[in-house]
């Protein structure tokens, strides 16, 4: 609800949820206090849609990181 009207004090944001989407992200939202994005990508696409953001957004900086699907785990030393 408050994505929008976040987003609009930084246009470029809206753009950068278009592409995401339109390269192979499953989902595109404003990430935390707005000071990060957080696309949802396949693996397999991953690349494709970091590449897309770098050559649309030179001064932003663009991160793939992967996700744990383990969970916490506690080991014993």
Known sequence: MHEHRR???????????????????????????????????KSEDALKVATALKNSFEMFRVEIFELDNHGFQIVKS
């Open 7 to 41: 987003m609009k004090q930084m246009k470029e944001l809206f753009e950068v949820r278009d592409i995401a989407l339109k390269s192979g992200a499953l989902m595109s939202t404003l990430s935390g206090s707005g000071s990060s994005f957080f696309n949802l990508v």
